[in-house]
């Protein structure tokens, strides 16, 4: 089994190890965010079983079953199979849950990395996430739990004080009380911040402010899903 990163966005960010893999393959498991939809623009799709897995009929938790277990039942099977996901398969990805469904069930699982979107979609909009003199760091944080929540495993208190770049995913919906937590802990509310959707395709939309901002921005440009938002000095650089 190959569990390959198929980037952000439009397919032509896919290394070409994920390339092969995909050519190879006799089942291909996608998801929403790869580059799923084309996959017939750069592979020949014929006499390949593709599943589109975002589609299983189950709540979230026993989704991630099923796909451990699809994925072992057709490796188990003899056949090359593929978990095409999007950016990279370890960065937020459920990528190494996969592979130990695999291991457990006595699957061999190579990994082929992604190009991450928390790097490439701030890239997309002419935010390096570092800078030289600028800073000497960046974190990539999941905002999917606001701050304060039970089970967040964030310290958002000293995050405001690293110094460096805070690249946010899948936090468009907690944005308000992710940059509130933020400020409190010190962070100036003057600090350059920007967030970009869809990144890397032709419906990108990018929005730039600051941190004190960001909700209100973020909201009037209509700001959804799948979003990343950037705050640091670097932020500043970020163009429409
Ligand atoms: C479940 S995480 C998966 C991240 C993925 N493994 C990666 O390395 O890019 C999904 C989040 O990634 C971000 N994301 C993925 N693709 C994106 C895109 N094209 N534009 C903006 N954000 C994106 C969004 O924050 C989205 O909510």
Redesign the pocket.
């Known amino acids: 089994m190959t569990l390959v990163?198929g980037?952000?966005?439009e397919w032509d960010l896919l290394t070409i190890r994920g390339l092969r893999a995909l050519q190879a393959a006799d089942v291909i498991l996608t998801d929403h965010?790869g580059p799923a939809e084309q996959l017939a623009e750069f592979v020949d799709v014929g006499g390949k079983e593709i599943i589109d897995v975002a589609k299983l009929p189950y709540g979230k938790q026993v989704a991630q079953e099923r796909i451990n277990q699809l994925l072992v039942e057709h490796a188990l099977g003899g056949r090359k199979v593929v978990r095409l996901?999007?950016?990279?398969?370890?960065?937020?990805?459920r990528?190494y849950e996969e592979l130990a469904a695999c291991d457990a069930a006595g699957v061999t699982c190579t990994v082929v990395p992604?190009v991450?979107?928390?790097i490439s979609?701030p890239a997309a909009a002419g935010i390096p996430v570092t800078e030289r003199g600028v800073n000497h760091a960046f974190t990539v944080v999941?905002g999917h739990l606001p701050p304060g929540h039970p089970k967040s495993l964030v310290d958002w208190g000293a995050l405001a004080r690293t110094g460096g770049t805070i690249v946010?995913?899948?936090?468009?919906r907690n944005v308000r009380a992710i940059a509130q937590s933020l400020v409190d802990a010190g962070l100036a509310a003057s600090t350059p911040a920007a967030a970009?959707?869809?990144?890397?395709?032709a419906r990108?939309k990018v929005v730039g402010g600051t941190l004190g901002s960001l909700a209100d921005d973020m909201e009037r440009a209509g700001i959804s899903?799948?979003?990343?938002y950037v705050i640091g000095e670097v932020a500043a650089r970020a163009r429409a």
Do not use: H, I, R, W
């Open positions: 990163g980037g952000p966005g965010l996901k999007g950016g990279d398969p370890y960065v937020f990805g990528g992604g991450t979107s928390a979609v999941s946010v995913v899948m936090g468009v970009v959707q869809d990144g890397e395709t990108q899903s799948p979003a990343v």
